[in-house]
């Protein structure tokens, strides 16, 4: 049997971090992983999440399977975070997934198992991985304008010419907050335009929110995602906990389903729940038992609260000094748009050639796309950075 498989493409990202590994310049950055990192170059365990942790370890007392929704705490915990007062209780459904990632494969199984013909339309560029789950899953990617190089900002016009082709029944695609790649994002009208084509041409939409409190604010990243989900009929939303509580290890996520016709959300919530079982069955609790602690605790959520906030500010920071050193070191201001981005990434413009001079030369890794990790900075290596971008010649 083994013999008839084909050896698969190597992940990019992967592949960069074994590279990173075996460099053996103390002087090396790594802009190309996707996780944070604070000053010390350290994706610390958020106070919070410890604190959870230390009571679970006193209160639990058995390991045998949560339902295959998951945890009720933490399922309702998130969609009061991600949702609010957005839409009512009974307008959706939800199941706990094994991180973002999982919850983004089930939302476009659900997607597959409910119309086979649905075309899914997605950014350009986006997560690489979105493509890739959908390639495997074989379902027909469509993609529509994004992002604008020479601007750096988004090309709403080029965007929205080509989501004019959505037909009834298709998927677009979006990012609530903290666009990945590039950092980008739709402002409020932009977002209400997108919604008023969807509806026009009976699309659904699919928002996967990765970075809710990395960009602007917990409730200001979460404004489109509840402006969609409360002005579109049916809306799919896949959300990951690993950035905002630092549980990456943990994988958990949460797909949610709204529907405005409040007799579809039974058969919704059963349908995802059948989803979970032929996946994986019951999904891993842990992760989702801390954020339902911590969500679910007064002062938890607000320690919480306090050091993402922290990290949002480091983040803006960074990206300010990164733009006012790239301005004095090349007298232009054409680096503007790293201090406008939000989230964890922005593409530099690079081509290709230079990133791979960036990192042959000054060890420095990024992805080959130009996407660098904001995160992966602090202050003492933003000039670094800035000098071996204008020595480049980016």
């Known amino acids: 049997m083994f013999e008839h498989l084909k050896e698969q493409p190597k992940d990019k990202i992967l592949a960069l971090m074994q590279a990173y590994k075996d460099d053996p310049r103390d002087t090396k950055i790594d802009l190309g992983v996707g996780v ?84 899914v339309f997605v950014s350009d560029p986006t997560w690489p991985n979105h493509l890739s789950i959908l390639k495997y899953l074989g379902m027909e990617t469509i993609m529509y304008r994004y992002f604008d190089n020479a601007s750096g900002g988004v090309n709403f016009g080029g965007m929205m010419e080509d989501l004019g082709q959505v037909r009834k029944g298709d998927v677009v695609l979006l990012h609530g907050c903290c666009h990945n790649p590039t950092g980008a994002n739709l402002n409020m009208v932009e977002f209400k335009a997108v919604i008023d084509l969807m509806n026009e041409k009976g699309a659904i939409p699919m928002i996967d929110i990765a970075y809710q409190g ?97 990290v949002r500010k480091g983040m803006l920071s960074l990206r300010t000094q990164l733009a006012d050193e790239l301005q004095k070191l090349s007298g232009s201001d054409r680096f503007g748009f790293l201090a406008q981005h939000r989230g964890m990434f922005s593409r530099l413009g690079a081509s290709p050639d230079q990133v791979e001079k960036l990192r042959a030369d000054h060890g420095i890794y990024m992805v080959g796309d130009s996407r660098l990790n904001i995160a992966g900075l602090n202050k003492d290596t933003v000039p670094v950075l800035a000098k071996a971008v204008v020595e480049v010649g980016i």
């Open 36 to 119: 944070y990192k604070n000053p010390q170059g350290v994706t610390p365990i958020m106070r919070a999440v410890k604190e959870a942790e230390r009571r679970w370890w006193d209160e639990e007392t058995t390991k045998a399977y949560t339902g295959l929704a998951g945890d009720p705490a933490f399922t309702d915990a998130m969609i009061n975070l991600v949702l609010g007062n957005s839409v009512a209780r009974d307008q959706f459904s939800a199941v706990a997934t094994p991180g973002g990632t999982g919850a983004v494969r089930q939302a476009f199984e659900l997607v597959r198992m409910a119309n086979p013909e649905a075309r």
């Open 214 to 310: 990395f960009g602007d604010g917990l409730d200001e990243d979460a404004a489109a995602t509840r402006a969609v989900a409360a002005g579109c009929p049916e809306t799919l939303i896949a959300a990951s906990c690993s950035k905002n509580f630092g549980i990456y290890r943990e994988r958990t996520g949460l797909l949610m389903a709204v529907a405005q016709d409040k007799s579809m959300q039974a058969i919704a919530q059963g349908n995802l729940a059948y989803l979970n079982r032929q996946n994986y069955s019951f999904p891993p609790d842990h992760g989702a038992r801390l954020v339902g602690i911590v969500l679910n605790d007064d002062d938890l959520r607000a320690d919480w609260k306090a050091e993402l906030e922290e």
